[in-house]
T-cell receptor, first 109, second 113 residues
Framework: DQQVKQNSPSLSVQEGRISILNCDYT??????FLWYKKYPAEGPTFLIS?????DKNEDGRFTVFLNKSAKHLSLHIVPSQPGDSAVYFC????????FGTGTRLKVLA | NAGVTQTPKFQVLKTGQSMTLQCAQD?????MSWYRQDPGMGLRLIHY???????DQGEVPNGYNVSRSTTEDFPLRLLSAAPSQTSVYFC????????????FGEGSWLTVV
């Protein structure tokens, strides 16, 4: 049973527009939610996180929203840039983290 | 600025061989873990550790062993390699607290033939 789901395997967005990546989870006991970006042949790199006691966290162009009642989080990237093209993973947990299957974002110039 | 260091980066094994993927972190993190990444499957947790001497299974532990004798090191052992273990392996470390973050190594590409 997949505890963390990213239902969109891919997403294409025009440069300058907003990218919205979604993630759903099943375990209400998760304390932290993280977003990672991954380029081919590299390790995942941390983007932004949110704790379960908050509903929004912002860092530059990246904002994460957490809806605990819906067990849903989303990552907003505004404005999107071609360099944002990568695979994005959401993860949930405390020290033991479960990852989603990833969404491949392509930002079109 | 080492962070999380994994070795080797690439390895080819024959079915039935054993090997150890090494992982070391220099951030004094309590928590360490191993993930594998396969196409369409995302990152799946193999084993994790909450401190020296303490390990536990993740989502896909079969065929792998781990130990944590020091805070810094968390090796992953493949006992008898199988083609299904062909994958990219990532070691990670983290600490609890506000702004919790997992730091990943650069990955180890393993092919079992």
């Amino acid at each position: 049973d997949q505890q963390v789901k990213q239902n969109s395997p891919s997403l294409s967005v025009q440069e300058g527009r907003i990218s919205i990546l979604n993630c759903d989870y099943t375990n209400s006991m998760f304390d932290y939610f993280l977003w990672y970006k991954k380029y081919p042949a590299e390790g995942p790199t941390f983007l932004i996180s949110i704790s379960s006691i908050k509903d929004k966290n912002e860092d530059g162009r990246f904002t994460v929203f957490l809806n605990k009642s819906a067990k849903h989080l989303s990552l907003h990237i505004v404005p999107s840039q071609p360099g944002d093209s990568a695979v994005y993973f959401c993860a949930a947990g405390t020290y033991k983290y479960i990852f989603g299957t990833g969404t491949r974002l392509k930002v079109l110039a | 600025n080492a962070g999380v260091t994994q070795t080797p980066k690439f390895q080819v094994l024959k079915t039935g061989q054993s090997m150890t993927l090494q992982c070391a972190q220099d951030m004094n993190h309590e928590y360490m873990s191993w993930y594998r990444q396969d196409p369409g499957m995302g990152l799946r947790l193999i084993h994790y550790s909450v401190g020296a001497g303490i390990t536990d299974q993740g989502e896909v532990p079969n065929g792998y062993n781990v130990s944590r004798s020091t805070t810094e090191d968390f090796p992953l052992r493949l006992l008898s390699a199988a083609p299904s273990q062909t994958s990219v392996y990532f070691c990670a470390s983290s600490r609890t607290g506000e702004g919790n973050t997992i730091y990943f190594g650069e990955g180890s590409w393993l092919t079992v033939v």
